[in-house]
């Protein structure tokens, strides 16, 4: 056997492997790869062989990895010969990506080969990362909540204190005095209530609830207070499940979330309201916004604001982070709502772009008996399964989660994927190849190129190619009812049997 074996035994066992394989020679050459190592880096199998290692990782671990190379042929020394360790990958859209690498060296004939077995760790890290975010969230509500607690007992004897001494004071400065101080004591005692809400250890008045005449109230109160200069939609499913949530907590989050938006308004938007059934039966969607399956409420409500950066999207439902200037703000309003939808069993999701807007989701679950159980959405998407056939869709996404999860989705329906994570990176890959049948990409864009405008060149200049975009955002949130005339529009969160419905129904137009 030699290192350039091309045996049918040899191919077939490559090919058979899970993870990606990469065999090279002493110098680092890649001799052959199998299958899996074309799908993990996005290169076709024939780009790989001639060419140096070094492709597949970023720029800092490709400038040492010569110098690890001879080292080894040197001194024999095996820092990482047969030792497994965690590194990092460049795929062929300049995306990096975590990896788990195992090298193992072979001798024969004379001739040293390397050979690289690689993990993708993009779904462990995500998970991960998930998990982290909840426990840090579980913390500060525990600290929280005893904070409060104990802050509540220090009020409870001031204020009791404060209303003895006004009962018996009779001067009226004195009094006075007395007012300001139990008034303060009394804002105080709100502060904490809000504490307790975000810590989950307040009591919740749950009670089977209409959601749309709730959030209908919670409007009337809107119109009467925002400014003018926002214009308030609303679109109600007419159908709506019913659900047991505390109706008075519902409409203070409506509001907290709606006063948030104004500000982030300053000179005008529309803001929208709408509610629909969602029935979560597809592990798919669950991953995507972090939530159990089942039959669920969603309440959504958008703007057309300035939108969140990602740190500010992240820390968002954080006790005290605030974006408004010191002193303007308690930063509890979003965390509060967060620790009533947690406390009545929902979630909350936040999609924002920055100068496009930010679409808040409350999710809360929908009564047994009110909601329908069935498999309808397993029965389309099976209705859908393999569409893809092989054909090529480059997917053009900038969330690492959401672009993996994509991906997975796509390649079960039977397509081969090709990534990017902008629209400008999209445009390069369209130029450089021909093969590509399906354009599936966000709305919402880094660099110049956006989603609509990749839409338009690929319309535009390669008519060949069929166009879905995908979006957090409503149409009438985006006004986008033209585009939608122009493109087909896929609205995040979606369901396996959505994507199969609408690339079935793209490639058969």
């Known amino acids: 056997m030699k290192i350039n074996d091309t045996s049918p035994v040899l191919l077939a066992l490559l090919d058979a492997a899970v993870d990606a394989m990469v065999i090279a020679d002493h110098e680092g050459r890649i001799l052959r790869v199998n299958k899996a190592a074309a799908g993990l880096f996005g290169h076709p199998v024939e780009a790989f062989?001639?060419?140096?290692?070094?492709?597949l990782m970023p720029a800092d671990m490709a400038a040492r990895h010569d110098g690890f190379l001879h080292h080894h042929l040197d001194t024999g020394e095996k820092r990482i010969i047969g030792i497994g360790r965690d590194v990092e990958g460049l795929r062929a859209d300049g995306s990096v990506f975590p990896l788990h690498l195992s090298v193992g060296r072979a001798d024969i004939e004379?001739?040293?080969?390397?050979?690289?077995i690689m993990h993708d760790l993009s779904r462990r890290k995500a998970a991960e990362e998930a998990t982290a975010r909840s426990q840090r969230m579980d913390a500060i509500g525990q600290m929280t909540g005893g904070i409060a607690h104990d802050f509540n007992n220090l009020l409870t004897v001031v204020i009791g204190n404060l209303e003895l001494l006004e009962i018996a004071e009779t001067s009226t400065k004195s009094g006075a005095l007395i007012s300001d101080a139990l008034e303060a004591a009394e804002v105080g005692a709100d502060l904490t209530s809000r504490l307790l809400v975000f810590a989950r250890k307040s009591t919740l008045n749950a009670e089977v609830t209409d959601?749309?005449?709730?959030?209908?109230k919670a409007v009337a109160m809107l119109r009467r207070t925002i400014g003018a200069h926002i214009e308030i939609e609303t679109a109600f499913a007419p159908d709506l499940w019913q659900t047991m949530i505390d109706a008075t907590q519902l409409q203070t989050a409506v509001l907290n979330i709606a006063l948030n938006a104004q500000d982030a308004m300053p000179a005008g938007g529309r803001l929208t309201l709408e509610t629909q059934n969602m029935a979560l039966d597809d592990s798919y969607v669950v991953q995507e916004i972090g939530i159990d399956m089942g039959n669920y409420i969603r309440l959504s409500i958008a703007d057309t604001g300035e939108g969140m950066t990602t740190e500010t999207r992240t820390r968002a439902m954080e006790p005290f982070f605030s974006t408004k200037p010191v002193g303007q703000g308690t930063g509890l309003g979003?965390?509060?709502?967060?620790?009533?939808?947690?406390?009545?069993?929902?979630?909350?999701s936040i999609y924002s772009e920055l100068g496009k807007g930010t679409t808040i989701s409350l999710y809360f679950p929908a009564l047994p008996n009110a909601a329908p159980e069935g498999d309808e959405a397993d029965d389309r998407a099976e209705g859908h399964a393999g569409i893809g056939a092989g054909r090529r869709v480059?997917?053009?996404?900038?969330?690492?989660r959401v672009l993996r999860l994509s991906e997975t989705r796509l390649e079960a329906l039977g397509f081969v994927c090709v990534t990017?994570?902008?629209?400008d990176a999209a445009w390069e890959t369209l130029q450089?190849?021909?093969?590509?049948?399906?354009v599936f990409t966000d709305l919402m864009m880094p660099g110049e190129l956006s989603g609509h405008a990749l839409a338009l060149r690929v319309a535009e200049e390669m008519p060949g190619i069929k166009v879905l975009i995908t979006s957090g955002f409503s149409e009438d949130i985006l006004g986008s009812k033209a585009m939608a005339e122009q493109f087909p529009m896929l609205r995040k969160p979606y369901r396996q049997a959505d994507l199969a419905?609408?690339?079935g129904a793209l490639l058969s137009s």
């Open 501 to 503: 419905e609408a690339l």
């Open 432 to 438: 450089a190849r021909r093969d590509i049948d399906v």
């Open 211 to 216: 959601l749309n005449a709730e959030v209908s």
């Open 334 to 348: 979003l965390s509060m709502v967060y620790g009533f939808i947690r406390q009545s069993g929902g979630h909350i």
């Open 420 to 423: 990017a994570t902008s629209g």
């Open 394 to 400: 480059l997917l053009v996404e900038d969330d690492p």
């Open 49 to 55: 062989v001639g060419r140096n290692v070094r492709m």
């Open 110 to 116: 004379g001739e040293v080969a390397f050979v690289g």
